[in-house]
């Protein structure tokens, strides 16, 4: 069963501080893309950042960067210089190559305490 | 940046009723989806749509859904027949040909309350 798995419900970090939640997902297969989409308040989901399976580079965008480990089949979210705005819930997804649904984390919800 | 619009952002409905959710996806994307997210729930796949037919679905999307893509630029949701169980947050996400890795565009959501 294609599954994805956030074990931690809350998080909470002091602004400025770097927090990291983690995501650890099930397949067999090889090729896939991952992702971390942010839901603010306003529940519209915003992607934050993608890996691709095949490349060994972790990604980064700004103050986000993930931690990739394919044979441990993790995949957490780095967040630097936390800011006000960063406090939402975030939720890690994956989809195999050539399928068409994202398979969806049940979420972090991420506090930022001023 | 081109956005995925979902229209009503919130609909009441009364158990037993039709209800059509709309969304106009990214003008040059072909694929759409339609998820769901029951309050304090995670997000769930319900319908994906390419070239003018359903390419997948998951269990939850039964006979009482159906999806449409009426005109050039506008994709629908049809609930048939609304039980209280189908309240929830419903997305529609949009990608293109260039496949997964660039993620899939997401809607603000329609907040759908069947009372």
């Known amino acids: 069963a294609q599954t994805v798995t956030q074990s931690q419900p809350e998080m909470s970090v002091q602004e400025a501080e770097t927090v990291t939640l983690s995501c650890t997902y099930d397949?067999?297969?090889?090729?896939?893309?991952l992702f971390w989409y942010k839901q603010p308040p306003s529940r519209q989901m915003i992607l934050v950042i993608r890996q691709e399976a095949y490349k060994q580079q972790n990604a980064t965008e700004n103050r986000f960067s993930v931690n990739f480990q394919k044979a441990a089949k993790s995949f957490s979210l780095k967040i630097s210089d936390s800011q006000l705005g960063d406090a939402a819930m975030y939720f890690c997804?994956?989809?195999?190559?050539?399928?068409?649904?994202?398979?969806f984390g049940q979420g972090t919800r991420l506090t930022i305490n001023p | 940046e081109p956005e995925v619009t979902q229209t009503p952002s919130h609909q009441v409905t009364q158990m037993g009723q039709e209800v059509i959710l709309r969304c106009v996806p990214i003008?040059?994307?072909?694929?759409f989806y339609w998820y769901r997210q029951i309050l304090g729930q995670k997000v769930e796949f319900l319908v994906s749509f390419y070239n003018n037919e359903i390419s997948e679905k998951s269990e939850i999307f039964d006979d009482q859904f159906s999806v449409e893509r009426p005109d050039g630029s506008n994709f629908t949701l049809k609930i048939r027949s609304t039980k209280l169980e189908d309240s929830a947050m419903y997305f529609c996400?949009?990608?293109?040909?260039?496949?997964?890795?660039?993620?899939?565009?997401f809607g603000s959501g329609t907040r759908l309350t069947v009372v």
């Open positions: 003008s040059n994307h072909l694929y």
């Open positions: 996400a949009s990608r293109g040909l260039r496949g997964p890795r660039y993620g899939y565009t």
């Open positions: 997804a994956y989809v195999i190559q050539g399928a068409q649904k994202l398979v």
């Open positions: 397949t067999s297969e090889s090729d896939y893309y």
